[in-house]
């Protein structure tokens, strides 16, 4: 019987790459993670949600490796792909013998990508209303996982990030959040000192969630 999908390709925001490009092109992370807050899609990915493409992952049919989910632009192969308790964790090569790839390695490497994030589909009965217009997703089948320069979630390239030691990481993470340039170079010139301390992660981290939330709201 033919599989009906509700989605043609759904594209979940970014979470942490997390990754360490080595000098051979080899890169990991968490393509997805499970529960937590709804993402802007207002969707909560739950546990065992990828088993199926885990499954299939071993028969030697993983999901592609894009750059920024363009099917013109694949960068390389994913090798293995698992769930833990944590999400879909994957591991892969970049193909240095590309332009692309090579260019996405240089990225990944510098910092510029700081995301991963999946294309994939559901059918019938595997996205589920949980109601206040959160979607709990069950199953998906995940066709490709991208790495991006730009995450949907500013939260995923704010988790990679490991301290803030200047002004104008602060201003890169306020643009990050969503806010322009210009706001995010005044606030960070006025707000500098509150983030600053021994626990300036977390509190860029808590920042970072009040400006996504307001611009939500803005947005809705």
Sequence with gaps: MTAKFQNQLAVAPATALEVKATSNGRIEGYASTFGG?????N?????????????????????????????????GRWATIREDSKGLHVQGQLNLNT??????YEHVKAGDAGGLSIGFV?????????????????QADVLEISVVAIPANPLARISAVKSLESKAEA?????AAGLSRKAAARFAAGGWPALAGDDHHEKAI???????????????
Excluded: C
């Excluded at 201003?171 to 643009?175: E, I, K, T």
């Design 37 to 41: 807050d709804p993402d802007r899609h």
């Design 43 to 75: 969707e909560i990915v739950l546990p065992g949600a990828f088993a199926k493409t885990v499954e299939r992952s071993r028969a030697g049919d993983l999901p592609v490796m894009l750059w920024a989910h363009a099917q013109e632009s694949p960068i």
């Design 99 to 104: 332009e692309r790839g090579r260019e996405a």
């Design 122 to 138: 559901t059918r019938e009965g595997d996205r589920e209303y949980a109601g206040d217009g959160i979607w709990h997703i069950r």
């Design 171 to 175: 201003v890169d993470l306020l643009r």
């Design 206 to 220: 808590e920042l970072a969630r009040q400006i996504d939330r307001a611009i939500n709201r803005l947005k809705g």
